[in-house]
């Protein structure tokens, strides 16, 4: 049985599922294209990701190189990349955080 004993409206139902795929699908291009920063060492290595988590730039100052000691850089850069990816994945919950919700949430006139 459905709230208010009535049948669900199909058709405004499936108007409702399109709408939030097309605001997933628009909200997950904004996010492939939005440029996240993350640093290590004291911006000494600057990593630069797309808000989806695909890396586009790293930056290296010639501070952070030492041939004699590459673990270090190794670790700057991990931590730069690192760094920039929480930055992507926090984007993405404020970005696909309502959109979630409103999935989980279920669809209205739908029982649960």
């Known amino acids: 049985m459905f709230p208010g004993g009535g ?3 199909m058709q405004q139902l499936l108007q409702q599922a399109q709408k939030m795929q097309q605001d997933l699908a628009e909200a997950q291009q904004v996010l492939a294209e939005t440029p996240v ?3 290590a060492g004291g911006g000494l290595v ?3 990701v797309t808000g989806s988590g695909e890396l586009k730039a790293l930056v290296i100052d010639p501070k952070a190189v030492d041939p004699e000691d590459t673990e270090t850089l190794a670790d700057l850069v991990l931590a730069a990349v690192r760094d920039a990816n929480s930055a992507a994945t926090q984007l993405q919950q404020e970005k696909l955080g309502p ?3 409103g ?3 279920g669809m ?3 029982p649960m």
Do not use: F, R, V
Request: cysteine-free; aromatic content about 0%.
């Open 99 to 101: 959109l979630a919700q």
């Open 108 to 110: 209205p006139n739908l």
């Open 103 to 105: 999935l989980s949430g």
């Open 46 to 48: 600057k990593a630069t």
């Open 7 to 9: 049948q669900p409206d």
């Open 37 to 39: 920063e993350g640093s």
